[in-house]
């Protein structure tokens, strides 16, 4: 194989492992979260903890933001019949964004014996990013609305995040600063910092631009040796 085809062979690979690297890093990462829900109802103060799962899936602009309870929660004294259970809650923003989104889902598909941990169905609400950078996605507080009463169940234990999503905003607003910080995700006017994924990430990019200069260099001085010698 003539040298400039070798060269050039070795530039494209530098170029694809470089590709390869950027597409391999994660734009979410996720975690089950243990939170300890108090919960005031109408027969008075109960507590439960219940693992917690929160997944978000891109729609255009927006992100499908979905949370789930591996355990049910709290209680009724009272048989609750199909359809009789009405459950929401919301989910606090934390990092490069702020404020919260609540989430819902439909009411019990059947009946819940008494005195039997009510599990919640997943509950679903989008999330359209007003910043950009990483933003952290926290169980807050759960609503369960049930034969005309309302128990309100509070984290009591500063959970950490369930999710992190490396969001772009429309119109490509900036990380601003706004809202508290969470999960130990950064807040304020820059960027959030980076993590060793982001890392990993320029390190290979910059390896794949080196090797593509030197690549570079190496097919001129090649295609220039040999008009020399002609």
């Given at each position: 194989?003539?040298?400039y085809q070798r060269t050039?062979?070795?530039?494209s690979?530098?170029?694809l492992a470089?590709?390869?690297?950027l597409?391999?890093?994660?734009a979410a990462?996720?975690e089950v979260?243990n939170?300890?829900?108090?919960c005031?109802t109408?027969i008075?103060?109960k507590?439960?903890?219940?693992p917690?799962d929160?997944?978000?899936?891109?729609?255009?602009?927006a992100?499908k933001?979905?949370?789930s309870?591996?355990k049910g929660?709290?209680?009724?004294?009272?048989e609750?019949?199909k359809?009789a259970?009405?459950?929401?809650?919301?989910?606090n923003l934390?990092?490069?964004d702020?404020?919260?989104i609540?989430?819902t889902?439909p009411?019990n598909?059947?009946?819940?014996?008494a005195n039997?941990?009510?599990k919640?169905?997943d509950?679903?609400?989008?999330?359209t990013?007003k910043k950009t950078?990483?933003?952290t996605?926290?169980?807050?507080?759960l609503?369960?609305?049930a034969?005309?009463t309302?128990t309100?169940c509070t984290p009591s234990?500063?959970?950490g995040?369930?999710l992190?999503?490396?969001?772009?905003a429309?119109g490509?607003?900036?990380?601003?600063s706004s809202g508290?910080?969470?999960?130990?995700?950064?807040?304020?006017g820059?960027?959030?910092?980076t993590?060793?994924?982001d890392?990993?990430v320029?390190l290979?990019?910059?390896?794949g631009?080196?090797l593509?200069?030197?690549?570079?260099?190496?097919?001129w001085?090649t295609?220039?040796?040999?008009?020399?010698?002609?």
């Amino acid at each position: 194989m003539p040298n400039y085809q070798r060269t050039a062979v070795l530039a494209s690979a530098a170029a694809l492992a470089g590709s390869a690297l950027l597409m391999t890093a994660p734009a979410a990462q996720a975690e089950v979260v243990n939170v300890n829900y108090q919960c005031k109802t109408p027969i008075g103060d109960k507590s439960a903890v219940s693992p917690i799962d929160i997944k978000g899936v891109k729609s255009g602009s927006a992100y499908k933001i979905t949370m789930s309870w591996q355990k049910g929660v709290s209680s009724s004294p009272v048989e609750l019949g199909k359809g009789a259970m009405s459950p929401s809650a919301t989910v606090n923003l934390g990092g490069a964004d702020s404020g919260s989104i609540t989430v819902t889902g439909p009411a019990n598909q059947e009946s819940i014996p008494a005195n039997t941990p009510i599990k919640i169905n997943d509950l679903s609400g989008t999330y359209t990013p007003k910043k950009t950078g990483k933003v952290t996605f926290t169980a807050g507080v759960l609503t369960i609305k049930a034969l005309g009463t309302t128990t309100t169940c509070t984290p009591s234990n500063t959970p950490g995040p369930s999710l992190t999503l490396d969001v772009t905003a429309a119109g490509g607003g900036s990380s601003g600063s706004s809202g508290s910080t969470q999960g130990g995700a950064d807040s304020g006017g820059q960027l959030p910092q980076t993590g060793p994924e982001d890392s990993a990430v320029a390190l290979g990019t910059f390896g794949g631009t080196v090797l593509l200069a030197g690549a570079a260099g190496v097919l001129w001085l090649t295609r220039r040796n040999q008009a020399v010698r002609r």
